[in-house]
DNA sequence: ATTAGCACTCGGATTAAATGAGTGCTAATA
DNA sequence: TATTAGCACTCATTTAATCCGAGTGCTAAT
């Protein structure tokens, strides 16, 4: 059996109905929804037809249909035309922040007050290089070591040296450091470095590890993936979600940042590429998500660094809102990292 | 009618047996549960002088009873022994990180893994002075303050400057900003201060207007109070704190920092001092808090700097355990405050 | 003062019946 | 041949009726 034109204008009928009310959706609904100009009787042969194609289900008999995860999908990706971008809000829907951590924080923040979903925001992945080291003497036993690295995100580190040093050591520290570290990559960073640097730090050596593995620890830190979330008690909002169990469970992977960022990963990777990609139900990775949609899209930096978007909601939910919110987010946020936040370009 | 021992005695059985099993606790249960040797028809006389006095309130006729807040109340300020101190899990609750704020997080951690509820830190608050500020050039148009506050606060700030300004210049402000700024506090920064140090920076008095604003900025960051929780969807798991409606916005009060800051300051404000604060029902401050108590106790740091910790959890809570938890909690930051942080002890 | 005994109450669980939205199928129609 | 009107049937949900038992209050006996 093909899928005709009156077949697929049925069928988004159906889904578009079923997004709106929640309530599973009956012919003869659909009879007056549309116009088709057909009786519920010739609806309910071609739903039939339908439901043996896979595309919807009934959750008992004597109720209407709703969609399968097929026809979620086949509606995401056919019968959904995204409507052509809705300007309207897109304007400032971010205020100019400086930091990159504040702007990522703020875009979960305001993609979940517009959805209503709940939100989770990557900062862009990229081998970090540092950019620029700094050692100062805070008190007596304290140096304080700051690193930035590639697109300003900036750690700091107290390290507590036993040793005294007086303001010129630290300088010459200090100009050794950025000799060697300065454009190196965590995993630049090795024995054979840190020997040659050791030797040329003379009787220093020993303070040197000292400060080498907090510097170490910095640039791991700041390669770690950063995840800002936001919204997650919209989760609650969303009856049909299980049980509260169930969704118990989903807010605490939400509150966990670690098993959230396996997640992300995992729908990054199986990405086709077209910036935008929706998991339904079953397709989304982790357990609790068979009630749950995931779409994610891809903003990229100009040096080629690539973070992600996310919202996770309900399977029953705005598609097309939602893939159009993110859309212009995304085209939003690589505008202004091509202007606004390309300070860090050099290499 | 006065409370004599006998009636005291049951009115503790009952509220014991209550938050155990969180079901209106009959007359046959107590006695057979304590050793009053009396008959069910006898606790039911004292019962009823216990009702009438306003300890106990039946949910319905012919229903056992549960504890109103004022039994709560006296049962915590009276009935409840602390169970003199536990010294089990004491000893290694926390294991040592160097910064400040990585502790706080691993104590709201510990604390919810601990006691199964929700849980607050918040960070000391005291006057915060400047201690040392570090102006570096990042790149062209980029400088990079880097302010450490009292207490080991470090902030970071990018300001892009338009003016040129080569490593002389750089260190000659840095001269100037510490001279001036090393031990203010945000009040000491006042117009006057600015006219000073705009009269002896000569040609670049403009620069610095962008240069102090962002400072400025930083340490108004390091003076706002800062809040960690964790363990929020344990509230998830006290099915009796009312509707989901209500659970969902305690949750975003929750995930509210702003919101959540209030509400601890003013739990604060009416502590009377003995370190431990017990919040019941009505007591507690925010509205969908009925069904909530709040417990807070009081850390200090060696200089007098004071900080809260909280936890938020259902009426029927363990008051025992959740008091002894968080009493060993501060007399264990109070001895990692008194030795290992010391290290921000001058003014 | 305590207790045994008994009638009474009332929330919660269980069962039964009523409702109604929606289906599938068949026969009539264009 | 495609569409539609009509009708019997299904089943989740709602409402009402009933039962059950934990627990009480009161009274009379110890």
Redesign the pocket.
């Known amino acids: 059996m093909e899928l005709d034109e009156r077949k697929k204008k049925i069928l988004k009928a159906i889904i578009a109905n079923y997004l709106e009310t929640g309530?599973?959706?009956?012919?003869?609904?659909i009879s007056k929804y549309t116009d088709l100009?057909?009786?519920?009787?010739?609806i309910?042969?071609e739903?039939?037809d339908l439901?043996e194609m896979g595309y919807i289900i009934?959750?008992?008999?004597?109720?209407?249909?709703i969609p399968t995860d097929m026809g979620y999908r086949f509606y995401v990706d056919s019968l959904m035309e995204e409507k052509g971008d809705v300007e309207e809000e897109k304007s400032s829907l971010l205020e100019r922040v400086d930091r990159m951590e504040l702007l990522l924080k703020q875009v979960a923040k305001v993609l979940a007050y517009n959805t209503n979903y709940a939100t989770m925001v990557t900062a862009p992945k990229y081998k970090k290089t540092v950019k620029f080291i700094q050692l100062s003497r805070v008190d007596m036993d304290n140096l304080l070591a700051v690193i930035v690295v590639e697109g300003n995100i900036i750690k700091n580190k107290l390290i507590d040296v036993k040793v005294e040093l007086d303001n010129e050591d630290v300088l010459k520290f200090n100009i050794l450091l950025n000799t060697f570290l300065q454009g190196a990559s965590l995993e630049d960073i090795n024995l054979e470095m840190i020997q040659a640097m050791k030797a040329q730090s003379g009787e220093y050596a020993p303070i040197l590890e000292d400060i080498f593995s907090g510097i170490v620890d910095a640039i791991h830190d700041a390669n770690e993936l950063e995840i800002y979330t936001s919204g997650a008690t919209n989760i609650l909002k969303y009856p049909e979600i299980g049980d509260i169990r169930q969704t118990s469970e989903l807010l605490e992977t939400f509150e966990d940042k670690n098993e959230l960022s396996h997640l992300i990963e995992e729908t990054v990777s199986k990405a086709d590429g077209t910036g935008i990609q929706v998991y339904i139900g079953e397709e989304a990775p982790g357990q609790n998500m068979k009630d749950c949609s995931i779409v994610t899209a891809t903003y990229k930096m100009p040096e080629g660094a690539e973070g992600t978007i996310g919202i996770l909601g309900p399977k029953r939910m705005d598609y097309k809102k939602v893939v159009n919110t993110l859309k212009n987010l995304t085209i939003e946020l690589d505008e202004i990292f091509k202007k606004g936040e390309g300070v860090n370009n050099d290499g």
Request: hydrophobic share 25%; no cysteine.
């Open positions: 309530e599973p959706v009956g012919s003869r609904t100009n057909l009786s519920s009787a010739t309910r042969n739903m039939a439901e009934q959750p008992h008999t004597s109720a209407g249909r």
